[in-house]
Each structure stands twice: as C-alpha cells, then as structure tokens.
C-alpha cells in the first residue's frame, strides 16, 4: 500500500522555513505587520516588547514570521532559560559581561569638561569604564587643564585623556591642548558648542537643533526655539539624558572621540 503525506498543500504553497531568533535584551527587530522598530526590552509567555528610538514602548504577539531581523523575516522565541532577559551589549555597544566586577581602577584618567558632558559619558561608557578600571573626572573648565596636567604628571604608565567642547582650529581649546599634548596625554574635542548637541535630533523627536544667534546663551536660546523651559536647563538636560539608551543616540562625532581616549588610556 502507498503512505501519504496528510499535508495536502501543494509545495509551492508552503512557506519556506524561517530562523528562530532568541528574544535577547537589545536585540533590534521589526514587526512585519506595523513596521514598528525597536529594542527588545522585555520577553514575557507569548508577548515580546519593544522600545523604539523615541522610548515609545510596544508590546506584540510571538507570532511565526513576525518580525524582521537586519531584513530578514524571522521568528521570535523565548529564550531558552525562560528567566529575565538580560542585556546581550553594553550602551556603548561592547559586548556584556554578566556578573564582572569593576577592575581595580589604573593610575591613568580622563578628565572630561563639562557636568552634562561627564554624565553623558557615563551612561554610555560607565559599564566599560568599570570593567576597564577607568576613572572619569570632572573637568570644571579647560582654563584649568595645565595645572591640572602638571599636577598628574603623566607616564608611560598613567595616561591622562582630556575631552573638551568645542574643539575647533584657531580656538582658545585648541591653544590649551597644544601646550598640554605629550605622548602621554591626549587632548580631544567634539565641535558642538555644546553636549546637548551630541545628541541626534531624532533620538529627541525634534527635527534639527536650533541656530542660535551668537552672544546668546546657547542653551537658553534652544530651549525657547523649541518650547522648552528655558529657566531650568538643567531639568531639560536630565529630559534629554533619559532618552539616550545607547552609542545610537549620539553623533559619531562624540563617539569616535570617547573611544579614542578609552583606547589610549587602556593601551600597555
């Protein structure tokens, strides 16, 4: 007697198989349906979160062929482990390590100018940092770097990185760096007149940063472009600080040179 095959389906009806993606922690999909795209945040029975670039979160079945990965159709599963979901990268985009302890910190430093700026690096690169045993320090103004330099007394063995706004030929910044700069210290700048800058506009749901005329406070002067609170900055600062989730918040300008200085200061 012949056996047949109970499906029916003609072959060119039938679906070609597709992979099945563990849900992991930060992992960017898009939903085939919506075309929502986001990071996965959480991975719960039958359901997958999402967080877009604007923090807007979604929640949507674990559905076959539902989502698209790099363009891609796959299918979402749980994770094996059924437990939490935990973050695959670190914000700046290195790969995790669960359960690390912070290094004993080096003799060497970075010293970033600027409140805002020192607490941007450490949401991106804090998690690094720690692994690597790197401490950041507050640089209040770069008028003070070649005290501060000549205090260090930089080595071989401890390395002194600088970050500095507005880091543009001909500039007082630039004149500083120049008298400080040795093969044990690096001086690096973004352009921006400020941080805020170093945010991507679409990261904040705003179609460009704002021309600000010269002689007005910077800050203040975008804060009334936009609409926003121009007496409380600073309160605007941490607004825009709790939507970078990641390097894929800020301007390569910015990540280059955070990466350099982490790079020089962790060389043997």
Partial sequence: MRSYNPDLTPPWKKSAPVPEIPAERDLVVEEVATGFCGAVIRC????VTLEDRFGKHRVFPLEPRGFLLEGKVVTLVRPASGGPVRPTRTASGSIAVPGARARVARAGRI?????HDA???ERVWGDDLRIEGVVVEYLEGVDDLPAIVAEFAPGPDARLGVLVDHLVPGSKESRIAAQVTSPDVLVVGHPYIDVWEAVKPSS??????PAVP????WKTGVCRA????????????????????????????LLGRVEELIDFVTAP
Avoid at 111 to 115: A, K, N, P, S, T
Avoid at 226 to 253: C, F, M
Wanted: charged content about 25%.
């Fill in 214 to 217: 010269r002689g007005q406070d």
């Fill in 119 to 121: 607490e941007l690096v």
């Fill in 111 to 115: 010293y970033v100018e600027g409140r």
């Fill in 204 to 209: 904040l749901g705003i179609p460009a940063w």
């Fill in 44 to 47: 719960e029975a039958g359901t």
């Fill in 226 to 253: 936009l609409g926003w609170p121009s007496d409380n900055t600073g309160a605007v600062w941490q607004a825009i600080l709790k939507r970078v989730h990641s390097y894929k918040d800020l301007e390569p300008e």
